[in-house]
């Protein structure tokens, strides 16, 4: 049996999150040895009585090898803390979540990403201006991140699509539990350029104690948050605060201190949060005003041992070709010869003064 069908397995219990499920591998060492314990090692690794009592309710009647195969044929794709591609910004909050469920595909490149996120009854102007902040963030390289709902976060995912760029849906249902129905079609879209995603078992109904806990999700996949237009009370400033607690930055749109929907962003912005007065704002305060420069950066790979040496040489702080050469005991005409080549591939930059920079981050160390 798949060792990721004991993590789903363990999902399902009621009670037991991201806190206790670590605290279960801590103690068991693997989620298959924790699905397998009895009653008594079950209290003793911490679990109270009610929950060892869900525990071994849920145990017995769970089929695990039917319910794997049932999320496979769907194309579901199971994401837990052990695999590699789990989303790092999202595993640098304080709870991650232990499991994620998706449809689509979440990429490298989504690492740039940010949430936009608001009111369900949008006025035209909390429209316009989704429309072109998602649409203006898409054509920058900037995965638009959000969570579905009618109003805001539709109108963004959609103008994401609609610019040709990324978007992640994340869900307070199940990946098989698309809500609102409405947006159906819309979701499927995203599979196709993104991902649909949670961290409810796939057939979980969309209850209204759901959606709040997911919105430290839609916040901790991000770099930053935009708070469109929203009521004091709104889902909306919950991701919000996840946002602050996760310690990523915080943009409101500005708007009429009269009206309901912009009492929310405007008391964002007393407390400091950025406002949204022009799109590019957004990529000057999170330094992305270079992502594409970036992103090549980061898919480009050094092809001889020369690469190699001047990549562990230059920093993102500028050095002259000399210090260069000094360092890496290269011939000055040898190192001149090989930066004008690794500018063209857009792994260096040169900055002026026979000075250069490294672009985006060449990370780990690479053999030729």
């Not at 039917?66 to 994401?79: G, H, P, Q, S």
């Not at 369900?120 to 102007?125: H, M, P």
Request: aromatic share 6%.
């Amino acid at each position: 049996m798949k060792e990721k069908s004991y993590w789903i397995g363990i999902n399902l219990v009621k009670g037991i999150g991201a806190v206790r499920l670590r605290a279960l591998l801590d103690f068991f060492g693997n989620a298959k040895s924790a699905w397998e314990a009895t009653p008594a090692q079950l209290h003793e690794a911490g679990l109270s009585k009610k929950i060892v009592e869900r525990f071994v309710d849920t145990r017995n009647k769970v089929d695990l090898n039917a319910l794997w195969d049932e999320i496979t044929a769907k194309n579901i794709r199971v994401m837990t803390w052990d695999d590699a591609d789990y989303p790092a910004r999202l595993r640098e909050i304080s709870q991650p979540p232990p499991i994620i469920y998706l449809r689509g595909e979440i990429l490298e490149e989504d690492a740039w990403a940010v949430a936009i996120v608001g009111t369900r009854r949008v006025t035209s102007y909390g429209r316009q201006v989704t429309e072109e902040v998602a649409s203006f963030l898409a054509q920058n390289g900037v995965t638009i991140v959000s969570g579905l709902a009618r109003g805001v976060d539709g109108i963004a995912h959609q103008a994401a699509l609609n610019a040709g760029g990324r978007t992640i849906a994340v869900l307070g249902s199940g990946v098989n539990r698309i809500y609102p129905p409405e947006h159906r079609n819309l979701a499927e879209s995203i599979t196709k350029a993104g991902a649909v995603i949670s961290d409810y078992a796939p057939d979980t109904p969309p209850e209204g104690s759901n959606f709040p806990p997911r919105n430290r999700i839609i916040s901790g996949l991000s770099m930053a948050t935009i708070i469109i237009e929203a009521a004091e009370t709104s889902g909306a400033l919950i991701t919000a605060n996840f946002a602050l607690e996760q310690g990523r930055e915080i943009f409101a749109l500005p708007g009429n201190i009269f009206a309901p929907q912009s009492k929310g962003p405007n008391k964002l912005i007393q407390k400091g949060a950025h406002p949204l007065l022009r799109p590019r704002d957004i990529l000057e305060i999170l330094d992305l005003t270079r992502i594409t420069e970036h992103r090549s950066a980061q898919r480009t790979l050094p092809t001889d041992s020369t690469e190699v040496q001047l990549l562990g040489t230059l920093t993102h702080e500028p050095i002259h070709v000399d210090e260069i050469r000094a360092q890496t005991g290269l011939a000055v005409e040898k190192v001149s010869s090989t930066l004008v080549m690794m500018e063209l591939k857009g792994m260096v930059r040169h900055v002026g003064g026979m000075n250069y920079v490294s672009v985006g981050e060449i990370q780990g160390e690479y053999e030729v």
